[in-house]
C-alpha cells in the first residue's frame, strides 16, 4: 500500500501524464482506504476548475476605478499622523 505523501505525489503527476495501470490502481486502493487524500483529491479538482474558469471571469469584468481618498479623509489621515496616534505608522 502506498503512503499519503506517495497518493499526493501520484495525484499532482496526474495531471500531467497518465499514470501507468499500476500506479493508478495503487492511488484507487489507498483513496478507498484513506481519510485525508480524497479530501486533496478534491481540493485539487477544484483549483483545476478555478483555474479554468479564472480567464472567463477577468475578460467579463471591468477594470476598477481609481482609488481616491476624499479631502475629509486626507485630511483625518494627516491629523492622526501629526499627533502620532497609535496605528498610525512607526513611531
Known sequence: MISCREAAQLISESYDR??????????????????????FLQQMLFLEDAAKRY???????????PFSLTNNAKEKIKKALA???????PN
Open 18 to 39: 497518465q499514470l501507468p495501470l499500476r500506479q493508478r490502481v495503487a492511488l484507487r486502493l489507498h483513496l478507498l482506504m484513506c481519510n485525508i487524500c480524497p479530501r
Open 55 to 65: 480567464p472567463e471571469e477577468t475578460e467579463r469584468e471591468e477594470p476598477a476605478p
Open 83 to 89: 499627533e502620532g496616534r497609535p496605528g498610525s505608522g
